[in-house]
């Protein structure tokens, strides 16, 4: 073979490879009948509440993304806040000896979204007494780190998340970068021990899956002077391809403990640390023009907040059977 030739096969050769690594991925294989079925029943008794969050896991689940809209620091409840983006959010909850936090955005948000937050709302981070951390990866302990050493916030978090948070290598997901220290290791969050602040005591619920120690959590809210309980199941997936098949059998068993110690505790009250699967930022802007007799979006009622984790487990094993298709 002459030169030219030897070179014009070798590029023959690396374009055909070029071409073959930019194939795009096969697509999906169609449902079977079994999952449209599943997920034509699953969309009939969510009705209208909770029909996007069975389209978001159902149909058109995603990640968390630095471009999700900012949400006006807003305060949803009598002693509850929120601050972040529609894609994730931190709860500021007010007791009668101060704050008590439910996770602390991305390290990147600290000075961007969390701190500023505080200060729209007229809240003094010095009163943050307690952070909770729902599970161990970065854009839920990011700003921690911050409150434990200025203002000596105590920082709980599950024991297994805390290794995980101290050695990423062994959780799921990829290690997080320098700018996302974790905070030293504080206090444990445990299933049968309630954290008690003032007039608060929150109880947390082990609800692995997400990770190993991940925590959902049930407090009571006040709203217009009206006593709610309220939950949030701190470890949802947001990516079909996220856990792996045992994972996510083990996160299925979560979503029904925790759908018993919610119903047990009279829930009636929504929250999530990542709320993509509902209109947040319609839900918050209703609160700004809410009349006397208009109700807070927020409080779904209970039979609807179990209706609420049917969807989570209808479409958690929706992922599930479309990966043995």
């Known amino acids: 073979m002459t030169p030219i030739r030897s070179i014009a096969a070798i590029?023959?050769?690396?374009?055909?490879?070029?071409?073959?690594?930019?194939?795009?991925?096969?697509?999906?294989?169609?449902?079977?009948?079994a999952v449209v079925q599943r997920i034509a029943g699953l969309k009939?008794?969510?009705?209208?509440?909770?029909?996007?969050?069975v389209r978001f896991w159902c149909e058109a689940p995603r990640a968390n993304r630095a471009d999700d809209p900012v949400i006006e620091p807003t305060?949803?409840?009598?002693?509850?806040?929120?601050?972040?983006?529609?894609?994730?959010?931190a709860y500021v909850i007010q007791t009668s000896a101060g704050l008590i936090m439910i996770d602390a955005l991305s390290p990147n948000e600290l000075d961007s979204k969390l701190l500023p937050g505080?200060?729209?709302?007229?809240?003094?981070?010095?009163?943050?007494?307690i952070i909770l951390v729902a599970h161990g990866h970065a854009d839920h302990f990011g700003g921690?780190?911050?409150?434990?050493?200025?203002?000596?916030?105590?920082?709980?978090v599950s024991p297994a998340d805390w290794d995980?948070?101290?050695?990423?290598?062994?959780?799921?997901?990829?290690?997080?970068?320098?700018?996302?220290?974790?905070?030293?290791?504080?206090?444990?969050?445990?299933?049968?021990?309630?954290?008690?602040?003032?007039?608060?005591?929150?109880?947390?619920?082990?609800?692995?899956g997400h990770t190993p120690g991940s925590m959902g959590f049930i407090f009571p809210v006040m709203d217009r002077g009206q006593k709610h309980v309220a939950a949030l199941f701190g470890g949802s997936w947001l990516t079909p391809g996220l856990l792996s098949d045992d994972a996510m059998g083990t996160f299925i068993g979560s979503v029904a403990r925790f759908k018993e110690a919610t119903r047990a505790a009279g829930v009636d009250t929504w929250l999530q640390n990542h709320p993509l699967m509902v209109p947040f930022q319609e839900w918050v802007g209703r609160l700004g023009g809410r009349s006397r007799t208009d109700p807070n979006p927020f409080v779904v009622?209970?039979?609807?907040y179990q209706t609420f984790l049917?969807?989570?487990?209808?479409?958690?094993?929706?992922?599930?059977?479309?990966?043995r298709q």
């Open 44 to 53: 009939k008794a969510a009705g209208a509440q909770w029909g996007d969050a």
């Open 164 to 208: 995980l948070m101290e050695t990423p290598a062994r959780g799921r997901g990829p290690a997080p970068p320098a700018a996302a220290a974790p905070p030293k290791r504080d206090a444990n969050l445990e299933e049968g021990s309630p954290i008690t602040l003032g007039d608060v005591t929150v109880r947390a619920v082990a609800v692995p």
């Open 310 to 323: 049917d969807v989570l487990d209808g479409c958690s094993r929706v992922a599930l059977e479309r990966r």
């Open 144 to 156: 921690a780190g911050h409150f434990q050493q200025r203002f000596g916030s105590r920082v709980y």
């Open 301 to 304: 009622g209970a039979a609807s």
């Open 118 to 129: 505080f200060a729209r709302l007229g809240l003094d981070p010095a009163q943050v007494k």
């Open 11 to 33: 590029v023959l050769v690396l374009a055909v490879a070029g071409a073959s690594a930019q194939q795009p991925a096969p697509p999906a294989k169609p449902d079977t009948e």
């Open 75 to 89: 305060r949803i409840f009598d002693n509850v806040y929120a601050i972040g983006s529609t894609g994730t959010v």
